[in-house]
């Protein structure tokens, strides 16, 4: 049976494998309304699945950036450029499952806590 300690010990390898995934980024953006300018974040939901050694993390996350839209001109073709992007966690489970004695471990939202810390330090500055 694994135990929180044995879960806060993969912090290093998922920090590693949310740093290298492929993010979706969503879109940041200023917009009016009766209160006046406001930033509004449309972000993308992005996931992450860490199944070895009979565990399964799924962690799920958005990501929002700032970007530069150039709709170009007649001789510039339109680009868009990453500024700065960002990300938060909206979800972890983890499960373990030991096959020696047919037994799934569920841990809860508060036992993946540190895990949950951890990957919203990474995500605070992914570009």
Known sequence: MKTIAD???LIPTLVELIRNNDHEIGESYYEQDEDGWGRCDDSTTNYLCYEEDG???EVTYECCGEWDNDPGDYWTPPSCDLRRAWGE???ITATHYD???DEESEFSEEDVNKLWIALDEELKDIA
Do not use: C, G, P, R
């Open 99 to 101: 096959e020696d004695i």
């Open 55 to 57: 565990w399964l993390i």
């Open 89 to 91: 966690v909206t979800e």
């Open 7 to 9: 879960l806060n010990a």
